[in-house]
């Protein structure tokens, strides 16, 4: 885990959330995906630096890094 990205069981159901706001990985994750850049997931929420949205790919990158992948037929 990272110092920006928490886990906590009484926010957001206990998704990984950026520490200090209700900001779920998930949803920068659904940003960068979906075209956005750095810039307009900062500036969509003023509240994360470009720390933060960076730490929300680390953190992502280790979960898929631990998981076991399972080839579909």
Do not use: F
């Amino acid at each position: 885990m990272n110092d920006w990205i928490v886990v906590d069981s009484t926010i957001c159901a206990g998704k990984p959330t950026v520490r200090g706001t209700r900001i779920m990985v998930k949803n920068i994750l659904g940003m960068i995906a979906g075209g956005y850049a750095l810039d307009q997931v900062m500036e969509a929420y003023p509240e994360l630096t470009r720390e933060m949205v960076e730490a929300a790919l680390q953190y992502a990158m280790m979960v898929i890094d631990e998981e076991k992948v399972l080839a579909h037929a």
